[in-house]
């Protein structure tokens, strides 16, 4: 779980580093393909030659997980408002849990519940007013929620069914490789070159994005993902939203409601610790290095 801790914690700067320096800014398909394609860089040297087969899922993971949940969240910008987008992410706790008992053929009333609590914890934080014309854009982000729980639960299910005998780190290139497609394909259809970054420090943090935030980030959160139970993996999804606001709040003194944070921070504390009391007798998982 210090696996999605810390990637947690580094994702919660990210998300103000968007919003305050970039969107609006810079072309959101030139941001998504510049940091694809860092973190594919970054992943390169390491790769190694695998059965094709195992390729093909991976890049087709990578694809989904980050190309198209990007595709769909940079849309979804269009049609909502920057509050109502976030209201609507909180409901990927649900699709990881859902996604991965469908995986295993079978389904976890528990897991479900964890999940709905957490749920439940990101809305009392992230509530507030939202427009009447909003339909399309909830549609586009349940697409987005559910590409990236698709990705990090299929990510977590093919190392758990394939006898791999590699580190992940040899194998994660071709996650890349696989949204690196799905981006350059969205750039050339959607891309507004005048939009390109014009001072370094947009380009500094690009850098950071793909190097860091998208690099390391994906792939030790797709790793930790393997180490935790799908319930666990659940409410991690939303741990993302208080983490954001705290960030956001100390060091850009953005608004945010402190009442709502602890009393929503409380209710995900509590998905945590019931999924882990109903989890006591519950049989390990695989774990992968």
Same mark, same amino acid.
């Given at each position: 779980?210090?696996?999605?801790?810390?990637?947690?914690?580094?994702?919660?700067?990210?998300?103000?580093?968007?919003?305050?320096?970039?969107?609006?800014?810079?072309?959101?398909?030139?941001?998504?393909?510049?940091?694809? =394609?860092?973190?594919?860089?970054?992943?390169?040297?390491?790769?190694?030659?695998?059965?094709?087969?195992?390729?093909?899922?991976?890049?087709?993971?990578? =694809?989904?997980?980050?190309?198209?949940?990007?595709?769909?969240?940079?849309?979804?910008?269009?049609?909502?408002?920057?509050?109502?987008?976030?209201?609507?992410?909180? !409901?990927?706790?649900?699709?990881?849990? !859902?996604?991965?008992?469908?995986?295993?053929?079978?389904?976890?009333?528990?897991?479900?519940?964890?999940?709905?609590?957490?749920?439940?914890?990101?809305?009392?934080?992230?509530?507030?007013?939202? #427009?009447?014309?909003?339909?399309?854009?909830?549609?586009?982000?349940? #697409?987005?929620?559910?590409?990236? =729980?698709? &990705?990090?639960? &299929?990510?977590?299910?093919?190392?758990?069914?394939?006898?791999?005998?590699?580190?992940?780190?040899?194998?994660? #290139?071709?996650?890349?490789?696989?949204?690196?497609?799905?981006?350059?394909?969205?750039?050339?259809?959607? #891309?507004?070159?005048?939009?390109?970054?014009?001072?370094?420090?947009?380009?500094?943090?690009?850098?950071? !994005? &793909?190097?860091?935030?998208?690099?390391?980030?994906?792939?030790?959160?797709?790793?930790?993902?393997?180490?935790?139970?799908?319930?666990?993996?659940?409410?991690?999804?939303?741990?993302?939203?208080?983490?954001?606001?705290?960030?956001?709040? !100390?060091?850009?003194?953005?608004?945010?409601?402190?009442?709502?944070?602890?009393?929503?921070?409380?209710?995900?504390?509590?998905?945590?610790?019931?999924?882990?009391?109903? &989890?006591?007798?519950?049989?390990?998982?695989?774990?992968?290095?």
């Amino acid at each position: 779980m210090g696996y999605l801790v810390a990637i947690t914690i580094l994702w919660a700067f990210s998300f103000s580093l968007i919003g305050v320096y970039l969107a609006g800014q810079v072309d959101a398909y030139f941001s998504v393909l510049t940091r694809v =394609a860092l973190a594919t860089v970054v992943f390169l040297p390491f790769i190694r030659r695998v059965p094709p087969t195992l390729a093909a899922k991976l890049m087709a993971l990578g =694809a989904i997980q980050l190309g198209c949940m990007y595709v769909f969240y940079y849309q979804s910008f269009l049609l909502l408002s920057v509050p109502e987008v976030l209201i609507f992410t909180i !409901l990927t706790p649900v699709y990881v849990t !859902l996604i991965f008992d469908l995986l295993q053929g079978r389904f976890s009333y528990k897991y479900l519940i964890t999940a709905l609590v957490a749920v439940l914890g990101a809305a009392i934080i992230r509530y507030s007013s939202i #427009g009447s014309e909003i339909f399309t854009g909830f549609l586009v982000v349940q #697409g987005a929620n559910i590409c990236f =729980a698709i &990705g990090q639960v &299929g990510y977590k299910v093919l190392l758990q069914r394939e006898n791999l005998q590699l580190p992940q780190r040899a194998i994660f #290139g071709y996650f890349y490789i696989g949204a690196l497609a799905v981006t350059m394909v969205t750039w050339l259809l959607f #891309g507004n070159s005048d939009k390109l970054p014009t001072t370094s420090l947009q380009w500094e943090i690009l850098l950071y !994005l &793909g190097l860091i935030a998208s690099g390391l980030g994906y792939f030790f959160w797709n790793k930790g993902a393997t180490k935790v139970d799908a319930g666990t993996l659940a409410i991690m999804n939303n741990a993302l939203v208080p983490a954001g606001l705290v960030v956001n709040l !100390l060091l850009w003194n953005r608004d945010a409601n402190l009442t709502r944070l602890c009393i929503g921070g409380a209710v995900l504390l509590f998905s945590l610790l019931l999924h882990e009391y109903w &989890g006591k007798n519950r049989p390990a998982e695989p774990q992968f290095d």
